[in-house]
């Protein structure tokens, strides 16, 4: 029997022509596979897509400009991978982040809760203090942004940073080439530190008898275990060597009035305990070097950081201290160039009888005002300000200085009851105060004012590649009543410490620090800030 069809009949006409059309199309699957393979290969479609959604094989690096949306399309898409990327300075976003545009079309930063707001740092230049000073850079401009990124506060945070240890975005970003959160040194609270000073009275040789608390009979001890605690970071125990090995060959200046070289001596204090200097000082200078690394600490004195003498000018009497409020003090102006680093402050006698002098001419006094038929056109605090740009303003531009210059700000006293030479006394003081305790001075507030307004001023004329930073301390230190002499200013054991029955305090010292004590944060800070701009905001510690 047989199957197959008999001759014409449609049946056996058509098969062939299905074979053909299989055969073609067959043909063109090929052609279509062989073309889509090649695609790719040479255009990874997978990793473009999880690149974009997932933002794992790439990084965003944000513009030096302003954000507009000019600057949106300026932004550059660099792969993990590749060499471009290896070496970039600027700080790059994380995996957390994403670049939106809004409807004005500006540009900004998104950060999931999982990022904390201080993981990047915050726009400034040098008008601020070090604790904003770093800002976003482009890789090739190295210039500032024109306006800050806003980032929302996350709606998490981990008890680690509670406690001020560096959270786990923070050390990402560190691990990128990125800088650390940089954050406030100054706002924060007092804590009890059992573990003590890393000195005492005995074991430093070179602080002044007057700050001997301990030596001049106080009998507490609890004002030298109180150590600052910033909000979100910690600020490391002083690091005696780590300090030296960071100012290997450099020469490290305290400028100003007594209050400064209280800092200077607190500073040597903590030095001495690994290293024991060799003193070369002479007539115009305090110095101290530390063989092993070549570091010197110099002190020079500069009551007001400006020109003053004693000789008769115009109506104001030989004697009688003038203030040539527009020239800053050659007594360290002409040593600017020797040194690294610069720590100037001053305030406190601007309290003290003076004359000012502006342009040549007498424009006020303190304490002293022989012709009251003319009004005087600057008071003490205003004179202040003036000292501070122009003693800021020649350090920044002098041509042949290129260091790093730290204004310690306002240090405040706390005379209750009255002024130091009216009864003020700060007698019986034992701890910090707790927040909200803390009572306003309005003469400190000015000061700390008038100062930063002088800083700023002075930073608006800067012609030299130095770099200027604002300790800014005055606030802190507010809540440290505990931590002056008091009566305890010499070691005469027949002084009198307590009031007396007319309930008149005791002569006593509420205006310089106690050492071991408060001071001594001080030259925490100093570390720090020293650290920031030597090695860049690494992450820290004292145990590195």
């Known amino acids: 029997m047989s199957l197959a069809s008999p001759k014409g009949s449609p049946k056996m006409a058509a098969f062939p022509r299905s074979l053909s059309s299989i055969a073609a199309s067959l043909a063109v ?19 473009t897509v999880r690149g974009y959604f997932y933002s794992v094989d790439r990084k965003i690096v944000l513009p030096a400009s302003g954000f507009n949306q000019s600057a949106v399309n300026d932004v550059d898409f660099v792969d993990k991978n590749s060499s471009s990327g290896s070496n970039l300075k600027a700080p790059v976003l994380s995996s957390n982040s994403s670049f939106v545009v809004d409807n004005s079309g500006n540009a900004r930063v998104s950060i999931t809760s999982s990022v904390a707001k201080d993981s990047l740092p915050s726009e400034s230049n040098v008008e601020l203090p070090i604790s904003s000073k770093d800002s976003l850079v482009d890789s090739k401009s190295k210039e500032m942004p024109e306006k800050p ?27 990128i080439n990125s800088v650390d959160s940089g954050c406030d040194l100054y706002h924060g609270n007092w804590f009890y530190d059992p573990q003590g ?43 005696a060597k780590k300090f030296l090995e960071l100012m290997r060959g450099k ?77 800053p003090d050659n007594s360290f102006m002409e040593f600017i160039p020797n040194f690294d680093v610069i720590v100037i402050s001053s305030g406190h006698w601007f309290a003290k009888q003076s004359v000012y002098i502006l342009k040549n001419e007498i424009v006020g006094g303190q304490l002293w005002w022989a012709d009251r038929s003319r009004p005087m056109k600057i008071n003490n605090i205003n004179a202040f300000g003036i000292s501070v740009e122009t003693s800021l303003s020649a ?35 034992v701890k910090p105060l707790a927040t909200g305790e803390l009572v306003e001075n309005g003469f400190t507030n000015i000061m700390h004012k008038k100062q930063v307004m002088g800083f700023k001023r002075a930073v608006k004329k800067a012609t030299n590649k130095s770099k200027l930073r604002l300790m800014d301390i005055t606030e802190v230190f ?25 309930g008149k305090p005791p002569p006593q010292d509420c205006l310089h620090w106690c050492m071991p004590g408060p001071v001594d944060t001080w030259n925490e800070l100093v570390l720090e800030i020293i650290r920031r701009e030597f090695k860049g905001d690494q992450n820290f510690s004292s145990e590195d």
């Open 29 to 47: 699957l090929a052609m279509f596979l062989i073309f889509a393979s090649w695609l790719l290969v040479s255009y990874p479609i997978g990793s």
């Open 149 to 175: 990124v806003e980032l929302p506060e996350p709606s998490l945070r981990s008890a680690e940073n509670e406690v001020g240890t560096s959270s786990s975005a923070s050390s990402k970003a560190s691990e």
């Open 197 to 239: 000073p890393l000195y005492t009275n005995n074991s430093c040789p070179v602080l002044t008898q007057m700050q001997n608390c301990q030596g001049n009979g106080r009998p507490d001890k609890e004002y030298e275990n109180w150590r600052w605690k910033p909000s979100k970071c910690d600020l490391p125990r002083f690091d």
């Open 251 to 327: 020469t490290l200046a305290f400028i100003g009035d007594s209050v400064a070289r209280n800092q200077m001596e607190s500073m040597l204090c903590l030095l001495w305990q690994v290293e024991v200097p060799k003193n070369r000082g002479n007539r115009k200078m305090q110095r101290w070097h530390f063989r092993s690394t070549s570091v010197m600490i110099v002190r020079i004195w500069s009551s007001w950081l400006v020109h003053h003498s004693s000789e008769k000018f115009d109506f104001a009497p030989e004697g009688v201290s003038k203030l040539h409020l527009d020239a």
């Open 395 to 429: 350090i920044l531009t002098h041509p042949n200085y290129t260091g790093l210059t730290i204004l310690r700000s306002f240090s405040p006293d706390h005379y209750e009851g009255g002024a130091w030479n009216t009864g003020g006394s700060c007698t019986g003081k």
């Open 478 to 502: 507010g809540y440290r009543h505990d931590g002056h002499p008091g009566p305890y200013r010499n070691p005469d054991p027949h002084k009198i410490t307590k009031r007396g029955p007319d």
